[in-house]
């Protein structure tokens, strides 16, 4: 009992460190789609055909359509990795509810026992 009750605490944590980097991520992601979506809303604003892109250290200049274009593509890319991350969550959350439940069930039982001891 104690050997599996020690291993559940040790999977608690192991999932918490595991929600706690897939938060992380996803935070990062929503700061990424948020300044992908402001780029796109000042692109569509402007009335210029050619504008620069940042490809590495270097501008390049690019037709302001093809930018568009790209820029659409890594918002809805961004949006699948955080409904991923969103999924990720949640299933690592039922996991702690349910290791969560579990080890306190064991501690009342560890409890129990101690008592009638």
Request: cysteine-free; charged content about 40%.
């Amino acid at each position: 009992m104690e050997a599996e009750m020690q291993q559940d605490v040790q999977e608690f944590a192991k999932k918490r460190q595991q929600l706690l980097l897939v938060g992380n991520q996803k935070n990062q992601l929503d700061m990424q789609k948020t300044a992908l979506t402001e780029a796109l809303k000042e692109l569509n604003e402007t009335k210029e055909e050619k504008v620069y892109k940042a490809v590495g250290n270097i501008l390049v200049l690019k037709d302001a359509s093809i930018v568009k274009k790209e820029l659409q593509d890594l918002i809805e890319q961004t949006d699948l990795r955080v409904k991923t991350l969103v999924k990720q969550e949640e299933s690592l959350i039922n996991r702690l509810n349910k290791l969560k439940t579990g080890l306190e069930g064991k501690m009342a039982e560890k409890e129990d026992d101690e008592e009638e001891k």
